[in-house]
């Protein structure tokens, strides 16, 4: 069976929705087989070992199969802004990454359109691209799906957001969340052993991310306990205290009464690290405590990213069709 069968009837991500999207049809992640993509840019605000010196080939990807209510992505992920690519295009897209010096591909919350990316990386190996391959996700992954994923990805960045069904049936109405991430998190590391080019690159491996929700430091201390007893020396982590409200940018009656309002604050920041230090956790990142709104991107704009955070490489309002170089 080729991989595009699987559009078919989609079990791609855990939602199971069962849609036929090779015939249109649109499960909860809101895309049919369409590879449909928002944006390509030189990021320069991911971790230090994925920047490198030009910044990280960030290719976002329209629609998600989580869709979290606090997504500062949401104009991609939930409004489905973007637009379609051939896989051959998808291939071009990489090399014109490449060529404008990334350090990697990264490929942003791909999960439910796993085939299409999988057959555009392939093109684009065979085609020349050298650079590591990064998969960039909510951590919402089944096994079956990361198993295409295991020739064309190098490094894996998932999310652990929350250890707790309840939160999780709150902000992304998967209460299966749990279980599924840290199942898929434990694959990805048995299968991607660390390693670092002499420059210091992560070439292979996992970076587990977790954004800190400010008033829910329970849950994140959970996820530390977790990442200390299963992941510490095999993994990386990356503590982010980005967190941004995204004050009339939700329809009113899908914000959770929990749904954070203000930024992490000091007295949060300062246990954050205490628990950093308590736990042993040394390997990875954590951010400098910025409150404001300068992660926000606008997928709407020609430069998405604000303050030189990136530079739009190819953008899918005002750039066409990608040439194969
Ligand atoms: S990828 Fe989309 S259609 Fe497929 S199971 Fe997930 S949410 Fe449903």
């Known amino acids: 069976m080729s991989n595009y069968e699987l559009y078919k009837h989609c079990v791609l991500c855990p939602r199971a929705c069962g849609a036929n999207r090779l015939e249109g049809g649109r499960g909860f992640c809101g895309e049919d087989a369409a590879l449909r993509i928002a944006c390509a840019c030189l990021h320069c605000g991911e971790e230090p070992p994925l920047t490198g010196k030009a910044g ?6 329209s629609g998600c199969s989580l869709r979290c209510v606090f997504c500062q992505n949401y104009q991609i992920s939930r409004y489905g802004m973007g637009r379609a690519l051939s896989g051959e295009e998808f291939a071009a897209l990489c090399h014109l990454l490449q060529n404008k010096g990334a350090a990697n591909i990264n490929i942003v919350t791909g999960t439910h359109a796993a085939p299409a990316i999988a057959g555009g990386l392939a093109l684009a190996r065979a085609g020349g691209l050298c650079l590591p391959v990064l998969w960039n996700t909510s951590g919402y992954e089944s096994l079956s799906t990361l198993s295409l994923l295991d020739d064309v990805v190098d490094v894996f960045l998932p999310d652990l957001k929350t250890l707790s069904t309840g939160r999780a049936r709150d902000f992304f109405g998967a209460a299966d969340y749990p279980a ?14 660390l390693s670092f080019s002499q420059d210091g690159a992560l070439i292979q491996g996992v970076l587990v991310r977790h954004l800190v929700l400010p008033g829910h430091l329970d849950e994140t201390r959970t996820v530390l306990e977790w990442f200390a007893r299963y992941a510490q020396g095999r993994a990386l982590l990356s503590l982010m205290t980005q967190y941004t409200p995204l004050p009339n940018r939700q329809p009113e009656t899908e914000k959770p009464a929990s ?9 949060e920041y300062e246990t954050l690290l205490r628990w950093l230090e308590e ?33 739009c490489i190819w953008h899918w309002k005002t750039d066409g069709a990608v040439a194969l170089v």
């Open 259 to 267: 749904l954070p309002e203000r930024f992490v604050n000091e007295a």
């Open 56 to 61: 990280s080939g960030t290719v976002f990807v």
């Open 279 to 311: 736990l042993g956790i040394e390997d990875g990142y954590y951010q400098e405590l910025e409150p404001g709104s300068a992660w926000l991107p606008d997928f709407s704009q020609a430069e998405p990213f604000p303050g030189g955070l990136g530079r």
């Open 180 to 193: 599924i991430a840290a199942a898929a998190v434990q694959a990805m590391i048995d299968a991607k052993p």
